[in-house]
């Protein structure tokens, strides 16, 4: 049956109307009973040397890197990364800070990296600070997340979610930083644990402990 012109013309402009209203639809992919969970702080013993501290890590992380971090009495997380080697870490004098993170309770605020480019813009020795925050009775330790020098949970959620999302940075338990969720908000999209280099956020459906 011979259709007119205009009714050709009709349906050609729904199908490239419906095709441009998917295209910008985000992706929202489902993975029912997959919500990601945050992998449990990684256990460290500290050993104090003269011009050293060397953390002893029970188990590698995923990227074969760890934060160690010391809260200041001014209310700030100094923060720096450091290799594994052989299933520990080594902190010496002279090791810099690599950044400052506001926190007040478990809140975490805005951050500054300390280092640009080729120099540093606030020199914070590292092995003073945890030596200080020892004293002082304040918290430090090793922390898997990455952040603030890694951000991709928070970009990968971004990239889904308008608005509100899911995903939140939080001081945990024992003072290290890591990220918390809103279920009720979660697409359960699965870009948080895929992109993850640390493997801190997981699939629950895999994660064991």
């Known amino acids: 049956m ?3 012109p205009a009714f050709l013309a009709t349906l050609t402009f729904l199908a490239v109307a419906l095709g441009a209203r998917v295209a910008q639809a985000p992706w929202t992919e489902q ?3 997959s919500y990601p969970r945050v992998h449990a702080p990684a256990d460290a013993r500290f050993e104090f ?3 050293e501290i060397r953390i002893h890590l029970d188990e590698e992380t995923k990227s074969g890197r760890i934060i160690v ?3 200041a009495a001014d209310g700030s997380l100094l923060g720096l990364l450091k290799p594994i080697v052989d299933g520990a870490v080594t902190v010496r004098r002279g ?3 690599d950044y400052r993170l506001a926190v007040r309770g478990r ?3 805005e951050h500054r990296l300390l280092k640009a480019m080729d120099r540093y813009v606030e020199r914070e020795d590292m092995l003073e600070r945890i030596l200080d925050a020892r004293a002082k009775g304040l918290r430090f330790g090793v922390q898997r997340c990455l952040y603030p020098i890694c951000n991709r949970c928070l970009d990968g959620c971004k990239s889904v979610m308008r608005g509100d999302f899911p995903i939140s940075m939080r001081v945990g338990e024992r003072g290290n930083v890591e990220p918390v969720f809103a279920k009720g908000s979660c697409p359960r999209c699965g870009k948080c644990f ?3 280099p640390s493997g801190v956020i997981r699939d629950s459906g895999s994660l064991t402990n």
């Open 2 to 4: 011979l259709r007119s």
């Open 31 to 33: 993975f029912p009973g």
């Open 49 to 51: 040397l003269p011009d």
């Open 69 to 71: 971090f010391a809260h």
């Open 95 to 97: 090791d810099l800070a």
């Open 107 to 109: 809140d975490v605020g």
């Open 194 to 196: 895929v992109w993850c």
